[in-house]
C-alpha cells in the first residue's frame, strides 16, 4: 500500500512496568514488537473483554537507524492503511508532536521530500508543540519524579530527563541496545499498534499489576519455569495472586510523581502490598476516596468477564489501574504546604463525586486460549489464578474503603 511520512519513535514516558519497551507513535497510540502469541489474542478478542483491553490498530514496519551521533533510533514506516487505523480515534489528522518527529526525522536523514517540512516557521511549529500534550508533559517546569528505588545507570546515575518516568527510559536504552547487537540497519521488524490509554489524563497516575499465580508460559524452558515460579513464591503473587509491577502517583503537594518499580514490589508482604495500594490512592495531602467505588465497580465488572472466559489462561499479563491526579476543585481538601514529602500518612477526602478511573489488561504475549495459534495446551474452565489476584484486589480496596 501507499507510503506514508516516516515516524521517529520515542520512549513512551508513562511506561511504569515491564520490560520490553513501550514507544509512543503518536497522540494516541503506542506500539511495541510483534509477539504472534498476543497478536493472535487482539485479533479473536472477545466482545465482553474489549472494554478492559487497549484497542488493537494494527502494525507497522520499523527499522534500525543511526542518528547524526551515531546513536540507534527506532523509525516506523507506516503504510496508507495503518496510517487510517491509528487516526480513526484521531482528532487532528497531523498532530503537532508528530510534525515534530518529521522535522527531527528529516534533519537527521537530509532528505530533499522533508527539506520544505524543516523551513516551517519555527516560531508556529514550537508555539504548536509548546501546546500539544506531549509538549506541555515535556516542557512544564513544576513536573517532576521522585524516583524512589528505581534503577540507576551503570555509572550510578540518575536518569538524565526528570520529566520522564525513568522506567521508560531504562527499557527503551535496553531494547535499542538489544536490537543493534543483534540486527543491521537494513532489517524490518513488525510492531503492534495500540490505544494510548493514558493519552485523555494530564496528571496520569498508574498501577501496574502483575495478575495471577503463575507468571510462566507454556513455551518457557525449564530454567525460565523455575525462575518464574521461585519469583512468585517469594512475593504476593503467591499468596495474594497479584504483585505490584510498577507505579507513578502525582503526589499535589511537591508537584512530583512518586514512583516504585518491579524491584520494589517484589519485596512486598501481603501488609506491604496494602500499604502500597494505600499510598497509590494518596495525593500527599489526602486519600481519593473519590475513586474507590468506581475502581472496585469496574474491577468488579472484569471479574465478571474472566469469570465466563472458559480456556484462557492470561499467563505474565498485567492490569493497569488509571486515575488522573489532577482533581476537580470540588473533590479537593484544604492542602496543607508545610508538612515535608513524602507524608506518613493521608487525611481522607470525603468528595462523594466519582472521578474518572479505568482498569486495562495488557500484555499478552503469554496467554493462551482454546483456538489459538501458537499454543497447543488447552485448558478448560476460567483463569482461578488471575481470579484469586482480582478477588484479593477487590478485598483490600473494599478495607481501604472501610478504614481498615
Known amino acids: 500500500s501507499e507510503s506514508r511520512p516516516a515516524v521517529l519513535l520515542e520512549p513512551f514516558v508513562h511506561q511504569v512496568g515491564g520490560h520490553m519497551s513501550m514507544m509512543k507513535y503518536d497522540e494516541h497510540t503506542v506500539c511495541k514488537p510483534l509477539v504472534s502469541q498476543e497478536l493472535s489474542f487482539y485479533e479473536s478478542l472477545p466482545l465482553a473483554m474489549r472494554q478492559f483491553t487497549p484497542q488493537y490498530k494494527g502494525i507497522v514496519s520499523v527499522h534500525l537507524k543511526k542518528d547524526s551521533l551515531g546513536n540507534p533510533t527506532l523509525i516506523a514506516s507506516p503504510s496508507l492503511q495503518t496510517e487510517t487505523c491509528t487516526r480513526l480515534d484521531n482528532t487532528i489528522s497531523d498532530s503537532s508532536v508528530t510534525i515534530w518527529h518529521k522535522c527531527k526525522w528529516a534533519a537527521s536523514t537530509g532528505t530533499t521530500s522533508e527539506h520544505t517540512l524543516v523551513k516551517r516557521s519555527h516560531t508556529q511549529l514550537t508555539k504548536t508543540f509548546k501546546d500539544s500534550c506531549l509538549g506541555k508533559m515535556l516542557l512544564r517546569t513544576d513536573l517532576q519524579y521522585h524516583t524512589d528505588s528505581l534503577l540507576e545507570d551503570a555509572k550510578r546515575n540518575q536518569p538524565e530527563r526528570n520529566s520522564y518516568n525513568p522506567w521508560g ?11 543493534s547487537s543483534k540486527h543491521n540497519e537494513n532489517k524490518l521488524h513488525q510492531f503492534l499498534l495500540l490505544e494510548n490509554v493514558v493519552s485523555k489524563y494530564n496528571y496520569p497516575c498508574i498501577l501496574d499489576l502483575k495478575m495471577g499465580t503463575r507468571q510462566h508460559g507454556d513455551d518457557a524452558s525449564e530454567e525460565k519455569k523455575a525462575r518464574h515460579i521461585k519469583k512468585c513464591e517469594q512475593s504476593t503473587s503467591a499468596s495474594l495472586g497479584v504483585r505490584i509491577c510498577g507505579m507513578q502517583v502525582y503526589q499535589a503537594d511537591t508537584g512530583h510523581f512518586l514512583c516504585k518499580d518491579k524491584y520494589y514490589g517484589r519485596k512486598l508482604s501481603p501488609e506491604g502490598f496494602r500499604q502500597t495500594l494505600h499510598q497509590f490512592l494518596c495525593n500527599g495531602n489526602h486519600l481519593r476516596t473519590d475513586l474507590l467505588e468506581p475502581i472496585i465497580l469496574r474491577l ?4 465478571s468477564v474472566i469469570r465466563k472466559q472458559s480456556s484462557y489462561r492470561f499467563y505474565s499479563s498485567s492490569l493497569l489501574i ?9 473533590n479537593t481538601a484544604p492542602l496543607d504546604n508545610h508538612l515535608p514529602f513524602p507524608k506518613p500518612n493521608c487525611t481522607t477526602s470525603h468528595s462523594t463525586n466519582h472521578s474518572r478511573v479505568d482498569v486495562r489488561m495488557i500484555d499478552f504475549a503469554h496467554t493462551t486460549f482454546k483456538g489459538s495459534k501458537c499454543n497447543h495446551t488447552t485448558y478448560d474452565g476460567p483463569d482461578h489464578g488471575y481470579i484469586f489476584g482480582l478477588e484479593n484486589l477487590i478485598k483490600i480496596l473494599q478495607n481501604i474503603s472501610e478504614g481498615k
Open 300 to 303: 468488579k465488572a472484569l471479574l
Open 322 to 330: 488509571i486515575y488522573d491526579g489532577q482533581e476537580h476543585k470540588e
Open 169 to 179: 527510559l531504562h527499557c527503551h536504552r535496553q531494547h535499542l541496545n538489544r536490537m
